[in-house]
């Protein structure tokens, strides 16, 4: 899986949902996911803390160069 195709996946999910809390994040102990699926979640889950980042950083950047 590509990096675009991993994107289209975190839109897909709905990157527009935020977790303000831990009191918002339900934990389920007893899921069965696979290595492989377990691997994607990670990777997905990389991916959107990376493109948070990016922008985080791309925003301080503008903000700055604003006259």
Known sequence: MNK???L???QKV???QKV???DDTVM???VD?????LQEVVEVVTTAKLITEVVTAASATIT???P
């Open 20 to 22: 303000e809390t831990s």
């Open 64 to 66: 700055a160069a604003a």
């Open 8 to 10: 289209k996946r975190l």
């Open 14 to 16: 709905g990157t527009s």
């Open 33 to 37: 996911l696979k290595p492989a699926e």
């Open 28 to 30: 389920d102990d007893d």
């Open 4 to 6: 675009a195709s991993k």
